[in-house]
């Protein structure tokens, strides 16, 4: 385990809470049905900060003059074993994830006040779980209880993820190795999936290949659930059902990404069935496509984020009046956003340790500028269903192509760049079928 990464991030911690305590849990298992449990997933700010999986965690780091990182596990517990599989136990626990200190998690509850007392503030993971808030004003309350005694109680308590955002939001090299391999086991599983599309064969069948090959390759899941829509699913923009037959001369739309060690990839491809697209297909395509392009032509430092979503409308908008979609001038259907009965999103999100990661787009109103280390996609699309002033031939035809990009000193660096897009290298690709 190379924990060098996990100690600096609790000692960057440590430096912007100054003086305090932070207690981050991890999070709790849940239940499926009866005795039968979801997939355990540990919770991603507990994860940045310590690299341990196992469930029922927490972490906590003192800051001040004398800076201590604690992590409170399970015992352990060798029948456990027996039935779940291996538990670390403080013992190895404290070596093998470089803590100060380790306890078990039962003894969380006796040891907090004591962490906290003559501290001015407490940084806690608030908001997601009542349960844990009210544990959490517990121990803060059992320290004002010791007034008399001289102790004093934190002053402040404080939302964790404030800082810890901003930790998340700028990648460092670690992360970044890890997010290239997430980005290549996905692309080799889209062009799998492209390979084995064809007529006749269920959109599920082809969200098989996807899961086949990110396990193939090493990773541990999906990062979220794969998006397999053919045809006119493919203007429903989050559908999931994946339960359609595929049809000769429609589009097949896949969003699907895997999760590589905590760290999430998101690719979306989109292609013809029958491996040819037709001329209003191709038109539209080329159209995201080049959107798209302008798009990473805006990933830049400096740059605010909303700079890649103005220019993939710009370039989507002028597309929807020459093929006769919209009418009006360019001014026109940007001022009014008529733009948006076809592309209805942004054109991207942070990424990381979730696919849609921690940070905030905004700060005192203006879009935040963006700086090297931060990981986004771009993803513009257009999806045209039925209805009035839509010409027949473009009717449910819905495209999106989405790319993962790492902001550089210069410009960015596409991670997912090997995953065909190209009008041509997508019909070569599926020729050789």
């Given at each position: 385990m190379n924990t060098a990464p996990h100690?600096?991030?609790?000692?960057?911690?440590?430096?912007?809470?100054?003086?305090?305590?932070?207690?981050?849990?991890?999070?709790?298992?849940?239940?499926?049905?009866?005795?039968?449990?979801?997939?355990?997933?540990?919770?991603?700010?507990?994860?940045?900060?310590?690299?341990?999986?196992?469930?029922?965690?927490?972490?906590?780091?003192?800051?001040?003059?004398?800076?201590?990182?604690?992590?409170?596990?399970?015992?352990?517990?060798?029948?456990?074993?027996?039935?779940d599989g291996f538990r670390y136990g403080p013992v190895a626990a404290k070596e093998s994830f470089a803590f100060d200190e380790t306890y078990t998690i039962d003894q969380l509850d006796k040891l907090m006040p004591d962490l906290l007392a003559d501290q001015p503030a407490v940084y806690a993971h608030l908001g997601g779980d009542s349960a844990w808030d009210a544990r959490v004003l517990g121990w803060v309350n059992e320290v004002r209880n010791r007034a008399r005694t001289g102790v004093a109680a934190p002053r402040d308590i404080a939302d964790v993820h404030t800082l810890l955002d901003d930790l998340r939001l700028i990648k460092d090299a670690d992360e970044l190795a890890t997010m290239r391999g997430a980005a290549a086991i996905s692309t080799g599983a889209h062009v799998r999936a492209m390979r084995a599309a064809r007529a006749g064969i269920t959109e599920y069948q082809i969200e098989a290949e996807l899961l086949h090959e990110f396990r193939r390759l090493g990773a541990q899941s999906p990062a979220y659930t794969s998006i397999v829509a053919s045809g006119a699913n493919a203007c429903v923009l989050h559908y999931v059902s994946n339960d359609a037959v595929l049809k000769d001369g429609?589009?097949?739309?896949?969003?699907?990404?895997?999760?590589?060690?905590?760290?999430?990839?998101?690719?979306?491809r989109t292609f013809p069935v029958n491996g040819r697209f037709s001329a209003p297909q191709r038109a539209?395509?080329?159209?995201?496509?080049?959107?798209?392009?302008?798009?990473?032509?805006?990933?830049?430092?400096?740059?605010?984020?909303?700079?890649?979503?103005?220019?993939?409308?710009?370039?989507?908008?002028?597309?929807?009046?020459?093929?006769?979609?919209?009418?009006?001038?360019?001014?026109?259907?940007?001022?009014?956003?008529?733009?948006?009965?076809?592309?209805?999103?942004?054109?991207?999100?942070?990424?990381?340790?979730?696919?849609?990661?921690?940070?905030?787009?905004?700060?005192?109103?203006?879009?935040?500028?963006?700086?090297?280390?931060?990981?986004?996609?771009?993803?513009?699309g257009c999806y045209i269903r039925p209805g009035d002033g839509v010409p027949a031939e473009f009717a449910n035809i819905g495209v999106r192509i989405e790319d993962d990009a790492v902001v550089t000193a210069t410009g960015c660096e596409i991670l997912t760049s090997a995953a065909p897009k190209t009008v041509s290298d997508i019909e070569t690709l599926m020729a050789s079928r």
């Open positions: 100690l600096r991030r609790r000692a960057r911690l440590a430096q912007l809470i100054g003086k305090g305590v932070a207690i981050i849990p991890t999070a709790p298992e849940r239940t499926r049905n009866r005795d039968a449990h979801y997939p355990y997933r540990y919770d991603s700010y507990f994860f940045h900060l310590t690299g341990f999986t196992e469930p029922e965690a927490v972490v906590v780091v003192v800051a001040g003059e004398k800076p201590r990182n604690l992590l409170f596990c399970r015992e352990k517990n060798e029948e456990r074993e027996i039935w429609d589009l097949l739309l896949i969003d699907a990404g895997c999760e590589l060690d905590g760290y999430a990839s998101d690719i979306t539209v395509y080329e159209l995201v496509l080049a959107a798209q392009a302008a798009a990473i032509a805006e990933v830049k430092p400096g740059n605010p984020w909303n700079a890649p979503h103005y220019a993939a409308v710009k370039v989507l908008a002028q597309g929807f009046i020459d093929l006769k979609l919209l009418t009006g001038d360019l001014a026109e259907v940007l001022e009014k956003e008529t733009y948006r009965k076809f592309y209805m999103h942004r054109t991207g999100h942070w990424l990381g340790l979730d696919v849609h990661d921690a940070g905030d787009y905004k700060r005192d109103g203006q879009w935040r500028a963006l700086q090297p280390g931060m990981v986004l996609t771009v993803e513009p």
